[in-house]
């Protein structure tokens, strides 16, 4: 499956974004979905999933209550709705593909990764 992740861009701090993935070329609802980044000089970080269905979903403590991951099936896309950013969540953010049906927070796990988008919040 091919992901295209869009949406990024320079904000300033308590302001919301909204991060795109365009998947292609498999069955969009065989795999969950995960939204990860990575800051300069940093590890890459969980930051939501969503299973294929749409109904279960899981955060990274950092961001719970902030953001919010969804999908949907029939436009092959998996929204993340960043809210009250912060500086810290300065990163190049990156979707990504699990090829099975339930969210997990192990990168290890995901199997297709998009080409990321930068988001950048300034205080």
């Known amino acids: 499956v091919q992901l295209q992740a869009s949406g990024g861009g320079v904000v300033q701090a308590g302001a919301s974004l909204r991060l795109s993935c365009a998947a292609s070329?498999?069955?969009?609802?065989?795999?969950?979905m995960g939204w990860f980044r990575q800051a300069p000089g940093k590890e890459r970080e969980f930051v939501a999933a969503i299973g294929w269905s749409g109904e279960s979903t899981t955060y990274g403590g950092s961001v719970k209550g902030r953001f919010t991951i969804s999908r949907d099936n029939a436009k092959n896309t998996v929204i993340l709705q960043m809210n009250s950013l912060k500086p810290e969540d300065t990163a190049v953010y990156y979707c990504a593909a699990d090829d099975v049906s339930w969210p997990t927070r192990d990168i290890r796990e995901y199997d297709y990764w998009g080409q990321g988008t930068q988001v950048t919040v300034s205080s």
């Open positions: 070329g498999r069955t969009f609802s065989d795999y969950a």
